[in-house]
């Protein structure tokens, strides 16, 4: 019988360390490490124009992707832009998968616990996005509505972080990414959508959709690019690079290309 229920414990041991993603080994230096392997991997939620979105032919395109590209460059590496289950994003950073987390992502006390993050380089606000019929102009006004946002989002983030706020809600929706979210504010699905003030200001000009951004922000927020905690000597190399790129006018130019203006924080 001991025989029979060791071999079993075993055997479930077995299947538990199958289960479990191993994290990345630890390396004394990662940038070396990424230059020897070639390419330079940023995870990214590939719905979330104008930073990080498919076009018309498929391609992901956008604001950060023009500057991670190239960051790449002046690396001397290829570029590699990986869509992740953003809701699961930590755990792709951790085992592996990828180099960094770069996609308009927020910087907040419990990412900064568990990664490591370069200075800001957007600044950026959560706000709700409402139909222009709704007759909805401020955080009060949305008592008693049903409001959407996207799972893992740092607008999730924003309404748990505003008990008064959240508790005056009926429903809280929660959907994989902010254009689904979007789509069912437009056939009435939901009241208002928490969102990205970057995101959602572009998304409402290029759609034409009936919406606007309520002026009143839930929270203020700036976006860096997240590391593991282990590698603080790649995330300085990939921030020193931009660094470079704003002084030589070239990170102006891409904010340019997507906002008619330079918007960046970088110092």
């Known amino acids: 019988m001991k025989k029979i229920i060791v071999a079993v414990l075993m055997a ?9 993603k ?3 080994a630890e390396v004394e230096d990662p940038v070396a490490e990424l230059k ?12 979330f124009p104008p930073l990080g979105f498919r076009n018309d032919d498929n391609e992901i395109v956008g604001f950060d992707i023009d500057l ?7 690396m001397e590496v290829a570029f590699k832009a990986q869509p992740i289950d953003w809701d699961a994003k930590e755990m ?3 085992t592996g998968k ?4 770069w ?14 993050f370069t200075d800001a380089y957007l600044n950026n606000a959560q706000v709700v996005v409402v139909r222009n019929d709704s007759g909805l102009n401020s955080l009060a006004d949305l008592s008693g509505k049903k409001i959407g946002l996207q799972r893992g989002s740092s607008a999730q983030e924003a309404v748990d972080g505003n008990p008064t706020f959240a508790s005056s ?14 789509n069912d504010l437009d056939i009435g699905g939901v009241d208002g959508v928490v969102m990205d003030s970057v995101v959602a200001n572009y998304s409402i000009a290029q759609t034409k959709k009936p919406f606007y951004v309520i002026s009143e922000a839930l929270s203020n927020e700036a976006y860096g690019i997240g590391f593991r905690k282990t590698e603080p000597k790649l995330r300085d190399e990939v921030y020193n690079i931009l660094r470079e790129m704003k002084e030589d006018g070239t990170v102006t130019a891409i904010s340019t290309k997507w906002f008619g203006k330079d918007i960046t924080v970088i110092q």
């Open 12 to 20: 479930v041991s077995m299947l538990a360390v199958l289960g479990c």
């Open 68 to 74: 991670a590209k190239e960051v790449a460059s002046r």
């Open 169 to 182: 809600l009926a429903e809280v929706v929660m959907f994989r990414d902010n254009i689904t979210a979007l």
């Open 98 to 101: 990828i180099d960094c987390i």
């Open 36 to 47: 020897g392997r070639g390419v330079f991997v940023i995870g990214l939620d590939d719905s």
């Open 22 to 24: 191993k994290q990345k």
């Open 92 to 94: 792709e950073l951790e």
């Open 103 to 116: 996609n308009g992502f927020t910087i907040t006390e419990d990412r900064k616990a568990a990664l490591s």
